[in-house]
């Protein structure tokens, strides 16, 4: 019998229930002397962290290079206690937003984000609109590679990236530039925009992905024979490259795409009111699960009423795209699904964040709490 398990952290706690959470293994306060704002923290291969974030600050603090631009990339190399082993300030003249940063097949590091900034300092290209993706490639110690700067005659924003089994990398944005700089194809609203590129980072192949209305992924995923799927989030009906069914006001779109970039298969599951993935895995039956946030009673895909004014919603999908069970969690207040992994033994690991107390289907008011459903 497979189970799910659930992580809450909450802003809800009471002494008595706090002094039985887990112990702190270790913790460290990093920043400069002005705002500092992490986004990603990924495990690398040698038990350590590799931290991306945005930082306002100068020089100081545990900051080690000085700010030239409104602000900066910073990334951080912490070892497995969490002391910063290295850490590089990725400098442009105006606004740059450090997003993701994942360790690669050659023990480096690739770092997107987010930049306004011109061709000075660490930036070696101009945008090409407004923002556009600035993704940099660093070696073991942090020091940069090659860089490309990529997209469009006005916005785009870094959502996930991957590097892929041909030693490329896969970025998952979203765009609302039309067809100029380095977007092959006119966004019809607010679109996914997926960009293909070499190991040095030349773009392969993009593929502007469009339908009526707002539209934008989440997360992308890539099986043994080399396709992707992507956990996105969609408000269209059928129109432009949307071929399945709007179910609510907003739902889950899955998207199964080719390793030359075209949709090979795609579906929408929902509710009837607002249904926003935030990731998605492939698991080991061959199907995938899907975990996001709620605010549809029952009807379409959804088989449970809501307890809150937002709740977390899971769904099983099988390998021939069928709905295989779903579960709604929640308590009578904001409850915020963000994360699903797949344990060893084929259960499923749920973590977010919650605003209710106990009611609803929520038996625990921890400040970080587990429960066993």
């Keep these: 019998m497979k189970h799910l398990y659930i992580l809450i952290f909450g802003i809800i706690g009471s002494t008595s229930l706090q002094a039985q959470a887990p112990p702190i293994e270790w913790q460290n306060t990093i920043g400069s002397t002005q705002d500092d704002m992490v986004e990603t923290i990924n495990q690398t291969s040698d038990g350590g962290y590799i931290v991306c974030g945005t930082s306002y600050g100068g020089l100081g603090g545990d900051k080690t290079e000085n700010k030239k631009g409104e602000n900066d990339y910073w990334i951080i190399k912490l070892n497995a206690a969490g002391n910063i082993v290295w850490q590089n300030t990725i400098q442009g003249n105006l606004v740059d937003h450090g997003k993701i940063a994942i360790e690669t097949s050659d023990s480096g590091y690739l770092v997107v984000g987010e930049s306004l900034s011109s061709a000075q300092f660490d930036k070696t290209e101009s945008s090409n609109g407004f923002e556009d993706i600035w993704m940099l490639k660093l070696d073991a110690t942090g020091n940069i590679i090659w860089q490309n700067t990529i997209g469009g005659p006005s916005d785009e924003t870094m959502r996930d990236i991957i590097q892929t089994s041909d030693g490329g990398y896969l970025l998952l944005t979203f765009s609302l530039s039309a067809i100029g700089g380095d977007k092959t194809e006119n966004s019809s609203h607010n679109d996914v925009w997926l960009i293909k590129t070499d190991a040095l980072g ?172």
């Design 202 to 373: 030349n773009i392969v192949w993009d593929n502007t992905i469009t339908a009526g209305s707002i539209d934008y992924g989440t997360t992308i995923r890539e099986d043994e024979f080399g396709n992707y799927f992507l956990g996105c989030s969609s408000s269209s009906n059928i129109s432009g490259d949307k071929t399945a069914t709007k179910k609510g006001w907003m739902d889950y779109w899955v998207i199964k795409i080719n390793p030359e970039g075209e949709i090979l298969w795609q579906e929408t599951y929902g509710g009837p009111s607002d249904d926003l993935l935030e990731d998605m895995i492939l698991t080991s039956d061959g199907g995938f699960i899907c975990v996001g946030t709620s605010t549809s009673n029952a009807g379409e895909n959804k088989t449970d009423n809501g307890f809150g004014v937002q709740d977390w919603w899971v769904i099983k999908i099988d390998e021939q795209l069928n709905v295989e069970w779903d579960r709604t969690f929640g308590g009578s207040s904001f409850d915020y699904a963000k994360q699903v992994l797949e344990t060893p033994e084929g259960d499923f690991m749920l973590a977010g964040s919650s605003s209710s107390g106990i009611s609803g289907n929520k038996t625990v008011t921890l400040e970080i709490g587990r429960a066993h459903v």
